[in-house]
């Protein structure tokens, strides 16, 4: 089981701090929105990824479990 | 025709069932089984399988779930649901009655398009003849103009709060939608296509249709034809024959834009023998999407009609999701910069850039179905889009003829 990043689309206001302390995994477009790969968190930015996701001031990000295990580290 | 009445009006109560006969009295499991056999696809635009949605929706429903039957129809270049329930509005209403009683709701509700009034009136009409059949379980509910208060999220947060824009899926309206029950968000023509099979049998539908194509369905034919219009076709016809039943072709076209607008366009030789069919249109990248056959005239330049279509589909944003808002409008800007011969150094650069950055940013698929449309733009326009980027146009200058709503 590995946990991806979603975004609620219409909460996130564009603040930008996740692509700051995340940029491993999301980066912003032309307008300040992320963009992110839809894959799983590699177990070593789950940390930093837990960070982003309780800095985002509106609540727009999270990390979710995903059901599949696609993706999920071997090593 | 099953979909199309040859009398002009809506048809009465007494000549559908002179017609079709009674509504079958199947119970849930058969008639679901009928139409996951039939191969019945949506007919609202994103053509998912209609038996597996009322399972979806059977499945969670212990007797109180609701039906939305979908006519919204703001696609702008879509004519076929008003028509269908302007002429057959018993049609529909059967087709809600079998799926209220197959997943099991309570409640029905006609979501009709608010301009399209000569549906919403056959509709009331119908249902006033059908109060014993109904019992009061069923209303119409006028649907706000716009391109998304059809989006399925959208049609049911309308009903629950009166705001028809999108909401954050899941939940989606089949596991919690009016009034938090499990919702059948379904397409009017679906509904009065799964009131046929329920009477005929799905070997009666799968026997439709041409070569491995498998159906029937209603599409509608507008721009460079003799007669704009909505005609009922088996699945496997041809582009060219789509525009043959419009009374041909009115002068020269160089691309066609099949689906609407979350569609895609096409260069018209390379897909005159194309089937409408979305199994072999999925397959050569294209999308049936809601049945639009729209034609370019050869005259009309194909960077003018896209710079229309994108400033429509961004101004019909919900705009609460910032990649859409600003995304979609800052295409359009562009886009009509190029197509006024006056682009910025990048703006071509750009817009091929943006395109590939929009899908799947919204909470509705909005984005995604306008960028897809630009990209298929993009291909069949290369070289006028290229020209414009160069301050020159390919094409006599001559307004884009894609009527907008």
């Excluded at chain 2, 049911?156 to 824009?165: E, K, L, P, S, T």
């Excluded at chain 2, 007669?227 to 009374?247: D, I, L």
């Excluded at chain 2, 999407?289 to 003018?304: D, W």
């Amino acid at each position: 089981m590995g946990e991806t990043l979603q975004i609620d689309r219409i909460r996130c206001d564009g603040h930008g701090l996740c692509a700051e302390l995340l940029p491993e995994l999301i980066r912003l477009d032309d307008w300040g929105y992320p963009m992110t790969n839809a894959g799983t968190v590699p177990p070593s930015l789950v940390e930093h990824a837990r960070r982003a996701v309780d800095a985002c001031p509106v609540l727009a990000l999270r990390l979710a479990r995903t059901a599949s295990p696609v993706g999920r580290s071997v090593a | 025709m099953e979909l199309i009445p040859v009398a002009s009006g809506a048809e009465s109560l007494a000549a559908h069932r002179q017609r079709l006969g009674p509504l079958p009295t199947l119970p849930s499991g058969p008639l679901i089984a009928e139409l996951e056999a039939s191969g019945l696809l949506g007919r609202g635009g994103a053509g998912f399988p209609v038996g597996r949605k009322w399972r979806a929706v059977a499945e969670r429903s212990s007797g109180g779930a609701v039906v939305l039957a979908n006519g919204a129809e703001g696609e702008p270049l879509s004519l076929k649901d008003r028509s269908l329930m302007a002429g057959r509005p018993h049609l529909v209403i059967d087709g809600a009655l079998l799926a209220a009683r197959a997943v099991g709701a309570d409640d029905i509700i006609f979501y009709v398009g608010i301009e399209h009034r000569a549906a919403e009136a056959a509709l009331r009409h119908a249902l006033a003849e059908r109060a014993a059949d109904l019992r009061g379980r069923a209303h119409i509910v006028a649907a706000p103009v716009g391109y998304v208060s059809g989006e399925e999220s959208a049609a049911v947060h309308f009903v629950n709060a009166g705001d028809a824009r999108p909401t954050t899926t899941p939940p989606r309206p089949f596991e919690r939608g009016v009034g938090g029950r499990p919702t059948l968000v379904q397409n009017v023509e679906s509904l009065a296509l799964a009131a046929l099979i329920a009477r005929r049998g799905h070997a009666w539908y799968q026997g439709l249709g041409r070569g491995r194509a498998r159906g029937i369905g209603l599409i509608t034919v507008s721009g460079a034809v003799n007669h704009a219009g909505v005609h009922e076709v088996e699945f496997g016809s041809t582009v060219g024959e789509a525009a043959a039943a419009a009374g041909g072709l009115n002068g020269d076209v160089g691309a066609v834009l099949l689906g609407g607008y979350f569609g895609g366009w096409a260069d018209v030789d390379e897909q005159w023998g194309l089937p409408l069919d979305a199994h072999s249109m999925r397959a050569r990248g294209l999308a049936l999407g809601c049945g639009v056959v729209h034609f370019l005239p050869a005259q009309t330049c194909g960077v003018e009609a896209s710079a229309r279509v994108m400033t429509y589909l961004a101004s019909q944003s919900a705009r609460q999701c910032g990649p859409c808002v600003f995304g979609l409008a800052a295409i359009a800007d562009a886009t009509r910069r190029l197509a006024a011969q006056s682009p910025q150094t990048d703006d071509l650069e750009r817009i091929v850039r943006w395109s590939g950055q929009l899908t799947g940013r919204g909470a509705c698929r909005h984005p995604d179905g306008a960028v897809a449309l630009l990209q298929s733009a993009l291909q069949v326009f290369a070289d006028d889009f290229a020209a414009h980027q160069r301050r020159r146009c390919l094409t006599i200058a001559e307004p884009a003829r894609v009527a907008v709503a």
